[in-house]
């Protein structure tokens, strides 16, 4: 879903994306069997689409609402990426789709760091956070979390910025987007769910106001967040 063409759009001109024929035949077939028109339609979480060109962008939400998707949530995965997203819902989005609202997704996003990614976090990075959180566009802290499984953040700076995500999103009433991914089916378990519940357990927080994104753990785990009250995220 990424592109490698990053945002920036200041002075850029304002290019017409017509849909081809081809397109609009496959958004009327999205109509057809998907929750368009209906009143309660889709919520998207955890869409990775603050990177995409302008002309990728429109159409993925163009098909999003075709397909009944009402509401999308863009993930921040880290401190850039989640001013990325936030520029993308305040202002990037109406650049590109026009001024017409009533027929598009609203857009929101989450603000955070992904495990791969606190090895680069420094003193401003919940100050920043805090920031970003502020906005009336932002629903959620994250994606924040623990990956044990290609640990490209040492374990102990993932456990340090995880709590510390945690209680910004405790401090705020926040709710969290979570990544929690123990070791491949090559090795075996090293605790990552243990270690998230024990850190959200020490914030109280309400597991009803937290998911568990993209999960691929096991049935046993699933079963012990859900029975708690957390929501999980299923890849497709």
């Not at 995965?77 to 609202?101: F, I, N, P, Y």
């Not at 956070?129 to 994250?142: D, F, K, N, T, W």
């Amino acid at each position: 879903m990424l592109s490698s063409k990053s945002v920036g759009s200041a002075g850029r001109r304002r290019v017409s994306h017509r849909s081809s024929p081809a397109t609009e035949a496959a958004l009327d077939g999205l109509k057809k069997w998907g929750l368009s028109g209906t009143e309660e339609g889709l919520v998207d979480v955890g869409a990775n689409i603050a990177t995409l060109s302008d002309g990728l962008l429109v159409q993925q939400l163009q098909r999003s609402w075709a397909a009944g998707v009402k509401r999308i949530v863009v993930t921040g995965t880290s401190v850039r990426r989640s001013k990325w997203a936030e520029e993308l819902c305040r202002v990037r989005v109406d650049k590109v789709m026009g001024s017409d609202k009533a027929h598009r997704p609203q857009l929101f996003f989450t603000a955070g760091v992904h495990p791969h990614e606190v090895k680069n976090c420094d003193e401003n990075t919940i100050s920043e956070l805090r920031q970003l959180a502020a906005s009336p566009y932002c629903v959620a802290i994250g994606e924040c979390g623990l990956d044990y499984d290609r640990m490209f953040s040492p374990r102990e700076d993932q456990l340090d910025w995880f709590d510390k995500q945690v209680a910004l999103a405790s401090d705020l009433h926040m709710p969290l987007f979570l990544h929690e991914r123990d070791r491949g089916r090559g090795g075996g378990p090293l605790g990552s769910d243990q270690d998230c519940l024990r850190i959200l357990s020490k914030h109280r927080i309400d597991p009803k106001l937290a998911v568990f994104h993209c999960f691929t753990g096991s049935r046993r785990v699933a079963q012990g967040y859900i029975q708690k009250g957390y929501w999980i995220g299923l890849t497709g």
